[in-house]
Structure formats: C-alpha cells, structure tokens
Nanobody, 121 residues
Framework: QVQLVESGGGLVQPGGSLRLSCAAS????????MGWYRQAPGKQRELVAT???????NYADSVKGRFTISRDNAKNTAYLQMNSLKPEDTAVYYC???????????????WGQGTQVTVSS
C-alpha cells in the first residue's frame, strides 16, 4: 500500500530550526504534489507549504521567508526546512501527497501520520 512516513518533529526553542521529512513508499507512478498542513489545538487545519513535480513551491504567508520546501524525486521524499521558529508554529504537521499509483490513471490524496512540532522556551 502507499504510505507517507514523516519524521523530524520535536521540541525546539523560539528561533530554532527543525527539518521535517516525508517519504512516500509503495507502487507509485508519479507524485504530483507533496507538502505539509498543520493543525494547532482549537484551530483549523491550514496549508503550510506545497511543492509540485515541477518544483514550484507555495507557502502560507505566515511562513514565507522562514520555511523552505524541497523534494528529492528519486527518493519520493519531501523536506521542510523550518527556520526562525515561533511559538505560533506549534502544531501537528501532516505530510500530504497527491499521487498516481502504478496501473491507475486517477490521482489520489494521501496523508502522513502527523508529527508534533512544539516551539517553546
């Protein structure tokens, strides 16, 4: 089965950095888009960053200039480098991928298990 496995979350002080990874595995033909959404307690889920197969990146205004998303197509993996972290970045971060599986023509959406990012002094 297709799975998204994400890692890299943890506790960091304000101003610190974390790097999230998300690896897609399974019988994948093509990954169109990968990225992260996050959800803080009492808040709606919000887009953080996405990157397309053409490596076009999109960021939430709140993270522009601080976060950088990238991908390694050979590894079916995306990375989110998070710098200058703020307490308001605290949330569960969910990896997302829109992909086409082998022997299919219709893309499907997949989600990772989530990883906790806590920014606190």
């Amino acid at each position: 089965q297709v799975q998204l496995v994400e890692s890299g979350g943890g506790l960091v002080q304000p101003g610190g950095s974390l790097r999230l990874s998300c690896a897609a595995s399974g019988m994948i033909f093509s990954i169109y888009t990968m990225g992260w959404y996050r959800q803080a307690p009492g808040k709606q889920r919000e887009l953080v960053a996405t990157i397309t197969s053409g490596e076009r990146a999109n960021y939430a205004d709140s993270v522009k200039g601080r976060f950088t998303i990238s991908r390694d197509n050979a590894k079916n993996t995306a990375y989110l480098q998070m710098n200058s972290l703020k307490p308001e970045d605290t949330a569960v971060y969910y990896c997302y991928a829109r992909l086409r599986e082998v022997l299919t023509t219709t893309p499907r959406d997949y989600w990772g298990q989530g990883t906790q990012v806590t920014v606190s002094s």
